[in-house]
């Protein structure tokens, strides 16, 4: 008999922004397949196996989780944030498209909230008009690529989200990031670095361009960067929706 494969998204970092819908997911499950730090987050129960594995073997816990459902197994891969957001709804599509024989596995996606809207609740409404995300880390894709993003986003005007924006492996992209940010935008442009959101280790600072510096970022930083029209008003951040 063969089994599911339900690919959920643990919110931010707080168990109660977790959904309902994933909750009851994970309730249901026999195996539960992830990071090593996602995997942590699930409570471990009688007749639950977890599987925590390294970052970068995304297809490979694909697979995994593929081939166990086909065996009767029901199977949630966990990601952080929402599973369709830079994690692993990609990854096991991917996978399945590369091996027909998982075609009759049946495949659910659950959203979660992501570090992106998380970070941008706490400051306030920085994402208020349109955006874009933008992960800054070049393990799947070229630098070239990444700052050409970059520069046409900024040029376009988008509030942005940058996700992995500095590790201790790559110190130099996140310093270059700014340099282009501030040659496109200026110096006034508003920055937000939310840090560890919804945790208790949360911490929110918002500066300009000018004023920020590479080293206020690490992974587990989300910077939020404003538009022309974005602006402070007290303690918060906004962007008018009536921005052009």
Same mark, same amino acid.
């Given at each position: 008999?063969?089994?599911?494969?339900? /690919?959920?998204?643990?919110?931010?970092?707080?168990?109660? *922004?977790?959904?309902?819908?994933?909750?009851?997911? #994970?309730?249901?499950?026999?195996?539960?397949?992830?990071? !090593?730090?996602?995997?942590?987050?699930?409570?471990?129960?009688?007749? #639950?196996?977890?599987?925590?594995?390294?970052?970068?073997?995304?297809?490979?816990?694909?697979?995994?989780? #593929?081939? *166990?459902?086909?065996?009767?197994?029901?199977?949630?891969?966990? @990601? @952080?944030?929402?599973?369709?957001?830079?994690? $692993?709804?990609?990854?096991?599509?991917?996978?399945?498209?590369?091996?027909?024989?998982?075609? /009759?596995?049946?495949?659910?996606?659950?959203?979660?909230?992501?570090? $992106?809207?998380?970070?941008?609740?706490?400051?306030?409404?920085?994402?208020?008009?349109?955006?874009?995300? /933008?992960?800054?880390?070049?393990?799947?894709?070229?630098?070239?690529?990444?700052?050409? =993003?970059?520069?046409?986003?900024?040029?376009?005007?988008?509030?942005?989200?940058?996700?992995?924006?500095?590790?201790?492996?790559?110190?130099?992209?996140?310093?270059?990031? *700014?340099?282009?940010?501030? +040659? +496109?935008?200026?110096?006034?442009?508003? !920055?937000?670095?939310?840090?560890?959101?919804?945790?208790?280790?949360?911490? *929110?600072?918002?500066?300009?361009?000018?004023?920020?510096?590479?080293?206020?970022?690490?992974?587990?930083?989300?910077?939020?960067?404003?538009?022309?029209?974005? =602006?402070?008003?007290?303690?918060?951040?906004?962007?008018? =929706? @009536?921005? @052009?």
């Amino acid at each position: 008999m063969t089994g599911w494969v339900a /690919i959920v998204g643990l919110g931010p970092g707080r168990e109660s *922004l977790v959904t309902p819908e994933v909750r009851d997911v #994970l309730a249901n499950a026999t195996d539960v397949i992830g990071y !090593i730090p996602y995997v942590a987050r699930v409570v471990p129960r009688k007749g #639950l196996t977890l599987h925590p594995s390294d970052n970068r073997v995304e297809l490979d816990r694909a697979t995994h989780a #593929l081939t *166990l459902a086909q065996s009767g197994a029901r199977v949630v891969i966990v @990601s @952080s944030g929402d599973p369709g957001v830079f994690a $692993m709804a990609s990854a096991v599509f991917e996978a399945l498209e590369g091996a027909p024989e998982f075609s /009759i596995v049946e495949i659910t996606v659950h959203p979660g909230i992501t570090a $992106m809207l998380a970070a941008a609740a706490a400051a306030g409404a920085p994402l208020g008009h349109d955006f874009c995300a /933008i992960n800054l880390s070049d393990n799947l894709k070229p630098w070239e690529i990444v700052e050409h =993003r970059l520069r046409l986003a900024a040029r376009a005007d988008f509030a942005m989200a940058f996700y992995n924006p500095r590790s201790k492996s790559r110190l130099h992209q996140f310093t270059r990031t *700014l340099d282009v940010l501030r +040659e +496109e935008c200026g110096t006034e442009r508003l !920055i937000t670095f939310a840090r560890a959101v919804s945790t208790p280790d949360e911490a *929110l600072v918002t500066v300009t361009l000018g004023e920020a510096r590479a080293e206020m970022a690490d992974m587990r930083t989300v910077v939020l960067v404003g538009n022309s029209a974005t =602006r402070r008003v007290g303690k918060y951040v906004y962007t008018p =929706r @009536s921005a @052009s």
